[in-house]
């Protein structure tokens, strides 16, 4: 006797890094016979924030379901080449692991000790450094207005997020899994479950499962499900620059004032959330937000008080209003309708998590290895809030 689920049909909409790393754990799994199809708009991602972001893991979360997401994040691009590579073609995602470097002033001291402990308690590798300290090991950093640091000692860094979404979806391409150029227009459901993913020009492609990952424009596919998804882009900019700066050893460090720096080859990148957030504006790159950044890294390591600006993109970050967390799994009403978004600038380092979860609940009817229901999207219909105070 088998003891394979019978033939299901999944539509999964959104080829991004979440879409792909779903597609790609489900047609691995064991247990899962059947079709999956990824629609996806635009194979070129021209817009999509997989394609437009500062691709980086970290473990200094204040939510543990977070950080565990983040644990199994980093042994899996660790060991992307086994995961991953497809008849000898082995991804190459250049993982860099040099830490994030959260700096606070008085005012933010407290929430740094607050998050360390949970932290520690949940197997983090990370340390809390006096100015002092956090001066001797980066000597190029100012640390005068500063009242503790903290800096992860392994498993964070950065690594090439497009890298990783191509990988995905060879691989995913590799296990059956077919990709259709498309655009979703929603889900068509009675009796309480989805029947159908519909398709710009009218066409309806069938499900036992569908998966909405359509990233920042996820929140209109739900339109007539009853759920208003609280889901929105906010644009964040990213500036490369280069200097006559030397940074040995610079991890990606978190400025109190919000901005974040790291090295990028021979540049750096940074960013900042604009003074004030609006949603759904257009990807155009604001340029008068990096005089501001300009300001704060020239005070913070006094090297970059020259400066050259190379280039910079724009992206979105798929953001939760609700409380800053992914929204996971069953829609409140649909239970076969699956959510995967809101990821608000920590969904690359969580594809893989969310994938391997996701895979687990349509092939299992379960999270079988890590619980990822503290994201369930029931807590906005039961009026939770899931708060992740480390935001960048
Ligand atoms: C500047 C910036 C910096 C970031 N830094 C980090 C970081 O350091 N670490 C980290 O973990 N995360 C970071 N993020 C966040 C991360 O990039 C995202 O959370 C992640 O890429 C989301 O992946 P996704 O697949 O959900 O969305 P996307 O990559 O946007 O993919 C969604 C896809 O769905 C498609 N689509 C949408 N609607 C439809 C439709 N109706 N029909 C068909 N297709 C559709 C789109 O074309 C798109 O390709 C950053 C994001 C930005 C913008």
């Not at 994040?73 to 470097?101: C, M, Q, S, W």
């Not at 949940?122 to 340390?127: E, F, P, S, Y």
């Not at 080859?265 to 300009?294: K, M, R, S, T």
Request: with cysteine; glycine share 10%; proline share 6%.
């Amino acid at each position: 006797m088998s003891n394979t689920t019978p033939l299901q049909q999944v539509v999964i909409v959104g080829g991004g890094v979440i879409g792909s790393a779903i597609a790609y754990f489900l047609a691995s799994h064991p247990s899962f016979g059947g079709n999956i199809t990824v629609i996806e708009r635009d194979p070129t991602y021209a817009q999509a924030s997989s394609a437009l972001s500062a691709s980086s893991i970290r473990q200094q979360f204040s939510q543990p379901v977070n950080i565990a997401a983040s644990q199994f994040g980093i042994g899996f691009l660790r060991n992307i080449k086994e995961h991953l590579a497809v008849d000898g073609d082995v991804p190459d995602i250049g993982l860099t692991e040099r830490g994030y470097l959260y700096l606070a002033t008085e005012t933010g001291a407290a929430t740094l000790r607050e998050n360390h402990s949970t932290q520690r308690a949940h197997g983090v590798d990370v340390a809390l450094l006096t100015p002092a300290e956090a001066q001797q090991r980066f000597p190029w950093l100012q640390v005068d207005d500063l009242a503790l640091a903290s800096l992860g000692l392994s498993g964070e860094g950065w690594f090439d997020g497009y890298g990783l979404l191509m990988a995905f979806k060879q691989k995913a391409r590799s296990l059956g899994v077919q990709y259709v150029k498309a655009e979703a227009t929603g889900f068509a459901h009675s009796n309480g479950r989805v029947s159908a993913v519909t398709l710009q020009g009218g066409a309806q492609l069938p499900c036992d499962w569908a998966v909405n990952a359509a990233g920042a424009w996820a929140r209109p596919l739900l339109a007539g499900t009853g759920l208003d998804l609280p889901v929105y882009g906010r644009r964040r900019c990213v500036y490369a620059f280069a200097s006559p700066a030397k940074t040995p050893g610079c991890p990606l460090v978190i400025d109190p004032s919000g901005l974040w720096f790291r090295p990028e080859g021979d540049l750096w990148i940074c960013g900042l959330p604009p003074a004030q957030d609006h949603n759904d504006v257009p990807l155009e790159v604001d340029y008068d937000l990096f005089d501001q950044a300009w300001l704060t890294l020239a005070n913070r390591v006094p090297g970059f008080e020259a400066v050259r600006m190379q280039r910079a993109w724009a992206g979105y970050y798929e953001y939760n209003t609700h409380d800053h967390n992914a929204l996971l799994g069953p829609h409140p009403h649909l239970p076969n309708l699956l959510l995967a978004n809101g990821f608000s600038g920590h969904g690359l380092q969580q594809s893989p998590a969310v994938g391997r979860g996701l895979a687990e609940w349509m092939a299992e009817g379960a999270y079988t290895s890590l619980d990822l229901s503290p994201l369930a999207a029931q807590r906005l219909v039961e009026g939770r809030t899931l708060l992740e105070k480390n935001v960048i």
